[in-house]
């Protein structure tokens, strides 16, 4: 079981910068992914991006050059540095952890933080 608890959400100014950071506890299945997602008012939960505990990283098209997933293992925490925001970007971002069944399974997202407000003023 993994705990999720993310922080950094704020109220920003078009064009502005924002790091959400999510602190994770628990056991994480190394061998699959971290992510964020995001719900805008009105809209279904997005994939932004994914981060394997070693590889290559994912970015959906909208946030692709304008935000960064990383990790510090030892520290035990995701990041999501966001750049250039605009006012599309707004909405509850969430930290998210894949795990498996078993062994053989395969990976899918099953854990979730209680999310945090991005909110992007133009």
């Known amino acids: 079981q993994v705990q999720l608890l993310e922080s950094g959400g704020d109220s920003v100014q078009a064009g502005g910068s924002l790091k959400l950071s999510c602190a994770v506890s628990?056991?994480?299945?190394?061998?699959?992914?971290m992510g964020w997602y995001r719900q805008a008012p009105g809209k279904e939960r997005d994939l932004v991006s994914t981060?394997?505990?070693?590889?290559?990283?994912t970015y959906s098209d909208a946030v692709k050059g304008r935000f960064t997933i990383s990790q510090d293992n030892a520290e035990r925490k995701l990041y999501l540095q966001m750049s250039s925001l605009n006012t599309e970007d707004t909405a509850v971002y969430f930290c998210?952890?894949?795990?498996?069944?078993?062994?053989?399974?395969?990976?899918?997202?099953?854990?979730w933080g209680q999310g945090t407000q991005v909110t992007v003023s133009s």
């Open positions: 998210a952890a894949q795990g498996r069944s078993s062994f053989y399974s395969p990976c899918e997202f099953k854990y």
């Open positions: 628990g056991y994480r299945d190394s061998a699959c992914r």
């Open positions: 981060i394997p505990s070693n590889g290559a990283t």
